[in-house]
């Protein structure tokens, strides 16, 4: 949430608080498509009314701007993925299982959900230009960073074998891989999905001391 955003919040009575920002939350939902298909640099507050059932009035008096917009209809998106990895992890009681069930997860969330991950980039990307991004994205791409984490603890769990690489590199090679097929998926690349599985699977056994060998 932006400081903008929090004033805006600190001027509303407490009473009002939870409803004003459920009601922010249900129409940053609603908006993620249309965010998803415009991305930043041809999104507005306007544009986004336009291709919405919601007037320019209403988004403007729960949204500061269309950056205040676009990072809370983000964040709402990446809560979600982290909670898929999270039961894949949960649910995982064996080091093929867990292996097997992160890159299925890895590979559904890339053909299903393209258009939001290509959001996310873009704002990413954004940061290296607007100061207003930063720090929301580098806390979104923390707990991005926290959910493979555990998902190496588990496989620590499974193997017996203490993992010695650093979380923000293991982090760094899953994110850079998941990126890349995304790019040769929009790209219209039948195999980047399988490739992109692949390659993960690939990096995961030689950092995991996959008991299998593979």
Not at 108 to 128: F, G, P, V
Request: aromatic residues 8%; proline residues 3%; glycine residues 4%.
């Amino acid at each position: 949430m932006t400081s903008q955003s929090v004033t805006k919040l600190d001027r509303i009575p407490r009473r009002r608080v939870d409803k004003f920002a459920e009601r922010r939350a249900e129409l940053a939902e609603a908006a993620l498509q249309t965010l998803s298909e415009l991305g930043y640099a041809r999104t507005s507050l306007r544009e986004i009314a336009q291709n919405s059932e919601f007037s320019h009035g209403v988004l403007h008096y729960y949204f500061t701007d269309k950056v205040d917009l676009i990072l809370c209809s983000v964040r709402q998106y990446k809560a979600r993925c982290v909670t898929r990895y999270d039961q894949v992890t949960a649910d995982s009681q064996s080091y093929e299982e867990l292996m097997s069930g992160f890159v299925a997860a890895l590979g559904q969330t890339l053909r299903d959900e393209a258009h939001m991950h290509r959001l996310w980039y873009d704002i990413r990307a954004q940061t290296l230009f607007e100061a207003a991004f930063r720090a929301d994205v580098a806390e979104l791409d923390k707990s991005l960073e926290n959910m493979i984490w555990r998902i190496m603890c588990r496989f620590v769990d499974l193997t017996g074998e203490p993992q010695t690489m650093p979380p923000p590199v293991i982090y760094a090679m899953i994110d850079g891989l998941f990126q890349q097929g995304l790019l040769k998926h929009l790209s219209g690349d039948a195999q980047a999905i399988d490739q992109m599985q692949t390659d993960v699977r690939l990096v995961l056994a030689k950092i995991t001391n996959d008991p299998a060998g593979a």
